[in-house]
């Protein structure tokens, strides 16, 4: 992996550990949190996706 790589992934993890906690403190039911999770999954791969096609 090169430096543009592993720069951009470090950042995304310090976003999430930002973003984590307000996250699970607003969804303490389970079920909130599942759905809220499968949503947030559903738009993280329909990205990867379209960024995939757009820049191959």
Same mark, same amino acid.
């Given at each position: 992996?090169?430096?543009?790589?592993?720069?951009?992934?470090?950042?995304?993890?310090?976003?999430? !550990?930002?973003?984590?906690?307000? !996250?699970?403190?607003?969804?303490?039911? @389970? @079920?909130?949190? !599942?759905?809220?999770?499968?949503?947030?999954?559903?738009?993280?791969?329909?990205?990867?996706?379209?960024?995939?096609?757009? !820049? @191959?």
């Amino acid at each position: 992996m090169s430096l543009e790589q592993i720069v951009p992934a470090i950042a995304l993890i310090a976003v999430l !550990f930002l973003v984590l906690p307000g !996250f699970m403190s607003s969804n303490s039911n @389970k @079920k909130l949190l !599942f759905k809220n999770l499968s949503i947030w999954g559903v738009i993280v791969l329909v990205l990867v996706v379209l960024l995939n096609i757009i !820049f @191959k």
